[in-house]
T-cell receptor, first 114, second 113 residues
Framework: EAGVAQSPRYKIIEKRQSVAFWCNPISGHATLYWYQQILGQGPKLLIQ????????DSQLPKDRFSAERLKGVDSTLKIQPAKLEDSAVYLCASSGYRGSYEQYFGPGTRLTVT | GEDVEQSLFLSVREGDSSVINCTYTDSSSTYLYWYKQEPGAGLQLLTYIFSNMDMKQDQRLTVLLNKKDKHLSLRIADTQTGDSAIYFCAERGLPGSARQLTFGSGTQLTVLP
């Protein structure tokens, strides 16, 4: 079974530029999560999708971050414009159903904003 | 809000047991998890425990839960160099609830030869 795929693995941009990350969850998984992991901290949930609908985006900085999952499969997370404090690893995870206890994580995208 | 605390570092000798501790604040935590993160990789679920359990054993891993003290521990028996990683404790509420996974800051386990 293929795992959660993410790209790119690394990205370096200057502040005020835009960036987008892509995630392909495990086939058949209805729930998709985006997390931000700042160095030395645990992951923090940014947004959760159930199929193509948003379940929770309470911690997403909506003035600069956006995410979509148009067909209920792949998802894109965008930052526009980026700030220095957005430097982090962005992790995507998926689970089989909303109540599932297990989330499967992708390898993450390491973003450096200079 | 929910808070999960862990010590930052732990060093053990190869072959010894490792014990990683975690405390949490929310008494409504339903599931408690241990994740492992190796350098450059995502998080791997190691094990989890439901809040009505005191202990769970899975091969070299033993999870102990003291719900009264809101204390969770992970014991790794016969620790190997491949166990060197960051270990995250996490908790969540009831499945389907609005309570999402809340992670601690992670414990860096170093296994010395």
């Amino acid at each position: 079974e293929a795992g959660v795929a993410q790209s790119p693995r690394y990205k370096i941009i200057e502040k005020r530029q835009s960036v987008a990350f892509w995630c392909n969850p495990i086939s058949g998984h209805a729930t998709l999560y985006w997390y931000q992991q700042i160095l030395g901290q645990g992951p923090k949930l940014l947004i959760q999708f159930q199929n193509n609908g948003v379940v929770d985006d309470s911690q997403l900085p909506k003035d600069r971050f956006s995410a979509e999952r148009l067909k209920g499969v792949d998802s894109t997370l965008k930052i526009q414009p980026a700030k220095l404090e957005d430097s982090a690893v962005y992790l995507c995870a998926s689970s089989g159903y909303r109540g599932s206890y297990e989330q499967y994580f992708g390898p993450g995208t390491r973003l450096t904003v200079t | 809000g929910e808070d999960v605390e862990q010590s930052l570092f732990l060093s053990v000798r190869e072959g010894d047991s490792s014990v990683i501790n975690c405390t949490y604040t929310d008494s409504s935590s339903t599931y408690l998890y241990w994740y492992k993160q190796e350098p450059g990789a995502g998080l791997q679920l190691l094990t989890y425990i439901f809040s009505n359990m005191d202990m769970k054993q899975d091969q070299r891993l033993t999870v102990l839960l003291n719900k009264k003290d809101k204390h969770l521990s992970l014991r790794i028996a016969d620790t190997q160099t491949g166990d060197s990683a960051i270990y995250f404790c996490a908790e969540r509420g009831l499945p389907g609830s609005a309570r999402q996974l809340t992670f601690g800051s992670g414990t860096q386990l170093t296994v010395l030869p």
